[in-house]
């Protein structure tokens, strides 16, 4: 059975849960402690809520440090066994992005399996059991546009700010108009019945 602890951090209260093998899931501040360990259940399943073991220390100890600004790295071991094959080979490429550094979605689909695979990889950012340590914030659209977040916008702005990356990023640009909309009257151009 997984255990897991919720604490409250700067950000707010943070869920973290592990299983024999290493950190399994967190989940990201939130307002309440409710919310977080709803949150937690959701992503790991069953487990017991509780003080924290070593392993579960060890983690918010570093989580809390990286979300002061104090640490960049995390030394923890994890079990992303729950995560299809594709998945834990995302992840390892996530794993190994530097602080301070965004990667566009194509950018990791070259590196796990070729371009076409950009969307596949959108689907397994999102699945990351794990973010934070699992650095899935550091993914941006190809554009260099915000792209998006299973936390949430505000909180991947979050993150690129502390790690001070927000700056590179470029606005979103709006949708394309389409050419050929509904005609108006002349009448109604000129303003006259």
């Known amino acids: 059975m997984?255990?897991?602890?919720?604490?409250?951090s700067s950000w707010g209260w943070v869920g973290i849960a592990e299983s024999a093998k290493g950190i399994?899931?967190?989940?990201?501040?939130?307002?309440?402690?409710?919310?977080?360990?709803?949150?937690?259940?959701?992503g790991a399943g069953p487990m017991t809520i509780g003080r924290a073991t070593g392993g579960l220390q060890r983690a918010r100890e570093q989580l809390q440090l990286?979300?002061?600004?104090?640490?960049?790295?995390?030394?923890?071991?994890?079990d992303v066994r729950l995560g299809t094959r594709f998945q834990q080979r995302v992840w390892r490429v996530l794993r190994r992005l530097p602080y301070a550094s965004l990667r566009s979605y194509r950018w990791v689909a070259s590196r796990v399996g070729g371009p076409r695979y950009?969307?596949?990889?959108?689907?397994?950012?999102?699945?990351?059991?794990?973010?934070?340590?699992?650095?899935?914030?550091r993914i941006v659209a190809h554009d260099v546009?915000?792209?998006?977040?299973?936390?949430?916008?505000?909180?991947?702005?979050?993150?690129?700010?502390?790690?001070g990356t927000l700056a590179e990023l470029r606005p979103r640009r709006p949708p394309r108009r389409k050419l050929g909309g509904k005609r108006r009257s002349p009448a109604h151009r000129t303003g006259s019945a």
């Open 145 to 163: 546009s915000l792209g998006g977040f299973s936390g949430g916008l505000s909180m991947k702005q979050r993150l690129l700010t502390l790690e």
């Open 2 to 8: 997984l255990r897991a602890t919720i604490f409250r």
């Open 24 to 42: 399994c899931a967190i989940s990201l501040p939130k307002k309440t402690r409710q919310e977080a360990e709803r949150s937690i259940r959701k």
């Open 66 to 78: 990286y979300l002061s600004g104090r640490r960049r790295t995390f030394t923890l071991p994890m």
């Open 118 to 137: 950009a969307r596949a990889v959108g689907n397994a950012v999102g699945a990351n059991p794990i973010p934070i340590i699992i650095p899935c914030h």
